[in-house]
């Protein structure tokens, strides 16, 4: 059985799918955009995950995984498009889709349960 991967390798081979991706699409000026657009995005969100991982305190924590989930979805919009217009390998654009949205998922759900945390925390240095 193959072992999970840690979030941040996770999100480093994700931009690295995007950089693989963004090298083998068409050199005309759309594509180029967009391409450009995605690879900015797409390899933001492990550097926003690593700078979340030495946040000073939960609310930085949450800003920067929130910044990371921001790019996700920017992420997905580039990928709408180029899905859209027929840009570059129809599998390759799935694969990075179906990992963009589990990606989203797991931010997420990272959010929610750094929320509550902080909440519980706040609420019992009240007393």
Request: charged share 30%; aromatic share 8%; no cysteine.
């Given at each position: 059985m193959k072992k999970p991967l840690?979030?941040?390798?996770?999100?480093?081979?994700y931009s690295l799918s995007a950089l693989q991706y963004y090298s083998q699409l068409p050199r005309d000026t759309a594509a180029q955009v967009l391409g450009r657009q995605l690879?900015?995005?797409?390899?933001?969100?492990?550097?926003?995950?690593?700078?979340?991982?030495?946040?000073k305190s939960?609310?930085?924590?949450?800003?920067?995984?929130?910044?990371?989930l921001q790019e996700l979805d920017e992420t997905a919009?580039?990928?709408?498009?180029?899905?859209?217009?027929?840009?570059?390998?129809?599998?390759a654009i799935a694969a990075l889709r179906d990992e963009t949205e589990q990606l989203i998922a797991i931010f997420v759900t990272i959010i929610r349960k750094a929320k509550q945390k902080a909440g519980r925390e706040v609420a019992h240095s009240a007393f």
């Open positions: 840690d979030l941040r390798t996770r999100t480093k081979e690879l900015r995005s797409a390899t933001s969100v492990g550097a926003q995950y690593r700078e979340a991982g030495r946040a939960a609310a930085d924590f949450i800003s920067k995984t929130e910044g990371a919009y580039w990928l709408e498009l180029m899905e859209g217009t027929g840009m570059g390998n129809s599998e």
